[in-house]
């Protein structure tokens, strides 16, 4: 089955850090770039990062930048998001995103986000 | 960073009936937005892409238009597994943005 599998959510206290990982199954992650979203419950979206198929270019939102590192294994095609410094409000839900990659007949990249996770909640708390 | 507002935030509507859903940007994005629909406990589906290319496996009855700073999402024959909610995204630069979503009710 084509699909992506969160893990490594969990409860952890402010300050302290968390790795998620992503385990692709279906395709091979070399192949597409990758993006983590997160999505505090009952609320809207928010975009986090990306990270192309080689593992060198990608992009951050601001407030995790410094922060946050997104990373991928593609021998073992699992993407990694390292959360460190962790606040209260990073409590969401977390999923890890497969990019369509479509690009037009000029060559300009449109992302579409087509294969989510089931997401894995991330709790900081004391 | 690039804001889309949605609108209505959310509104009621019919089976067979038609919605439209509005999702505008604080400065102009080209085509470069895409529609997902999400449903209670569940993670986003793609619906429309580059604001007006149909998923593969979406139905027909989801439609997309727009360009530069105001696209919509329209919905024609409602079906009963469409209630749910809808967010745009822009990929027109970082950081990528969603909508604050619309919710489509009964």
């Known amino acids: 089955e084509v699909q992506v599998v969160e893990s490594g959510g969990g409860l952890v206290q402010p300050g302290g850090s968390l790795r998620l990982s992503c385990e692709a199954s279906?395709?091979?992650?070399?192949?597409?770039?990758m993006h983590w979203v997160r999505q505090v419950p009952g609320k809207g979206l928010m975009w986090l990062c990306n990270?192309?198929?080689?593992?060198?270019?990608?992009a951050y939102a601001d407030s995790v930048k410094g922060r946050f590192t997104i990373s991928r294994d593609n021998g073992k095609n699992t993407l990694y998001l390292q959360m460190n410094s962790l606040r209260a409000e990073d409590t969401a839900v977390y999923y890890c995103?497969?990019?369509?990659?479509?690009?037009?007949?000029?060559?300009?990249?449109?992302?579409?986000?087509?294969?989510w996770g089931q997401g894995t909640l991330v709790t900081v708390s004391s | 960073a690039i804001q889309l507002t949605q609108s209505p935030s959310s509104l009621s509507a019919t089976v067979g009936g038609r919605v439209t859903i509005t999702c505008r940007a604080s400065q102009g994005i080209a085509n470069d937005l895409a529609w997902y629909q999400q449903k209670p406990g569940k993670a986003p589906k793609l619906l429309i892409y580059a604001a007006s290319i149909l998923q593969s496996g979406v139905p027909s009855r989801f439609s997309g238009s727009g360009s530069g700073t105001d696209f919509t999402l329209t919905i024609s024959n409602l079906q009963p597994e469409d209630f749910a909610t809808y967010f745009c995204?822009?990929?027109?630069?970082?950081?990528?943005?969603f909508g604050q979503g619309t919710k489509v009710e009964i």
């Open positions: 995204l822009q990929d027109y630069n970082y950081p990528r943005t």
């Open positions: 279906g395709f091979s992650l070399s192949s597409y770039w």
């Open positions: 990270l192309n198929g080689d593992g060198k270019s990608g």
């Open positions: 995103v497969r990019d369509l990659d479509y690009s037009d007949t000029r060559g300009h990249h449109f992302d579409a986000l087509d294969m």
